[in-house]
């Protein structure tokens, strides 16, 4: 599998010649979705979910599918029949990729405020992306992408799931709001005590897992 890093919250993974797009947000570039032929969504907020981004994708692949959790459908509402709602505890098969879902609401940012339904993604029995949580998965991980910054966690959380993950390798994400020097520091926490080998992908380069 080939995975391509976006900025922010958007990754990209390609497999025998299939292409699948993890959270392509407002904060992401476009061009993530250039011939995708499956998008999946793990909750509403633009960081993760343009819908701009994805219609245009459907524009260009009617034959695109979709997966999202049920209260981001009505961003969707223009993809119809494209679009799959999903829930914790179920799998897919996307676009020849299978996906397992994890989760169920997004992470706490500030208490008494609401938050959207949030669902985690293991694709291929390989790859985890949790979107706005921290949930684990009872499943073995090799490749975990975990969020760097936001104002719902701290990187101590982060710190603590990966260790409870205990991928084979860690990559960051959900990281646009840090700067050069929060980067540094923040990678530097997740080499010194993640308890597994970090790594950060360079925008727009893919990598082979």
């Known amino acids: 599998m080939k995975i391509t890093k976006f900025s922010h919250a958007c990754v990209r993974l390609e497999r ?3 292409v699948l797009v993890i959270d392509p947000g407002n904060f992401s570039e476009r061009a993530a979705v250039d011939g995708a032929d499956a998008v999946i ?3 509403s907020h633009a960081d993760h979910l343009e819908p701009a981004t994805i219609i245009g994708a459907y524009a260009a692949n009617r034959d695109l599918q979709v997966l999202a959790p049920t209260d981001a459908l009505e961003e969707l509402v223009e993809l119809g029949g494209a679009v799959t709602a999903v829930a914790p505890g179920e799998r897919h098969d996307v676009a020849g990729f299978s996906v397992a879902t994890y989760g169920g609401e997004h992470a706490t940012i500030v208490e008494g405020f609401p938050v959207p339904q949030n669902v985690g993604y293991l694709v291929d029995d390989a790859l985890y992306y949790p979107g706005d949580s921290f949930v684990v998965p009872d499943a073995e991980v090799d490749t975990l992408l975990v969020p760097a910054s936001a104002p719902w966690m701290k990187i101590a959380e982060a710190v603590a799931f990966v260790r ?3 991928p084979q390798r860690v ?3 959900h990281d646009a ?3 050069d020097v929060g980067r540094a520091s923040v990678d530097a926490w997740f080499e010194r005590a993640g308890q ?3 790594s950060r992908l360079p925008i727009g380069s893919a990598v082979e897992l």
């Open 177 to 179: 709001l840090l700067s």
């Open 196 to 198: 597994a080998p970090f």
């Open 171 to 173: 990559h960051p994400t």
């Open 41 to 43: 969504i793990t909750h």
């Open 16 to 18: 025998d010649g299939r």
């Open 164 to 166: 409870a993950v205990r």
